[in-house]
């Protein structure tokens, strides 16, 4: 069972376009990890929501926790050829594991 | 200054063979993991140690024993290797279990 679905599983865009990427599940988390993954290298850390309503920007990404840290959103503006990159969503609960998603898939072509 | 650190990076192998990828971790974490990526980019766990101490071990073949000596090194072993074990494998760290991970470089592994 996946407790985590991501949508979409892959875009591609336009240098410049806007993008949403989603993170459901039908389980309350503790908190929500956002994780980046380069080809050929491991996924890194790009924000962690904890409140249920909770927002983060960080730059050009804003991040949101759903009201019942259930699901949260990816908000890419304006996207860059650097942004470029598998992304991942990763839920953590009392049990010690991080359960991840399948993954976006973003393109972003100049 | 490699904060997650694996070796090797590639291992290409036979069917049946017996191997090793090693970890470890300079960031001082309590928590160690063991995940596989497959080829759809599926990252799944494997194995937790906390303080050397096994805290997850999900559904994986007996085949895979994981060893951790200090809390900085998470190693884990493979016998009779399969086609099916062909992904990459990554190691991680935490400073709490189930908290932000630090991922090493992931080891390529083939199995022909």
């Known amino acids: 069972t996946q407790l985590l679905e991501q949508s979409p599983q892959f875009l591609s865009i336009q240098e410049g376009e806007n993008l949403t990427v989603y993170c459901n599940s039908s389980?309350?988390?503790?908190?929500l990890q956002w994780y980046r993954q380069e080809p050929g290298e491991g996924p890194v850390l790009l924000v962690t929501?904890?409140?249920?309503?909770e927002v983060k920007k960080l730059k050009r990404l804003t991040f949101q926790f759903g009201d019942a840290r259930k699901d949260s959103s990816l908000h890419i503006t304006a996207a860059q050829p650097g942004d470029t990159g598998l992304y991942l969503c990763?839920?953590?609960?009392?049990?010690?594991?991080?359960?991840f998603g399948k993954g976006t898939l973003l393109t972003v072509n100049p | 200054d490699t904060a997650v650190s694996q070796t090797p990076k590639y291992l290409v192998t036979q069917m049946g063979n017996d191997k090793s990828i090693k970890c470890e971790q300079n960031?001082?974490?309590?928590?160690m993991y063991w995940y596989k990526q497959d080829s759809k980019k599926f990252l799944k766990i494997m194995f937790s140690?906390?303080?050397?101490?096994?805290?997850i071990n999900e559904t994986v073949p007996n085949r895979f024993s994981p060893k951790s000596p200090d809390k900085a090194h998470l190693n884990l072993h493979i016998n009779s290797l399969e086609l099916g074990d062909s992904a990459v494998y990554f190691c991680?760290?935490?400073?709490?279990?189930?908290?932000?991970?630090?991922f090493g470089p992931g080891t390529r592994l083939l199995v022909l």
């Open positions: 140690y906390n303080n050397k101490e096994l805290i």
């Open positions: 991680a760290s935490s400073q709490i279990a189930g908290e932000t991970q630090y």
């Open positions: 389980s309350v988390f503790s908190s």
């Open positions: 960031l001082g974490h309590d928590t």
């Open positions: 929501v904890v409140t249920g309503g």
């Open positions: 990763a839920g953590a609960r009392s049990n010690y594991k991080l359960t």
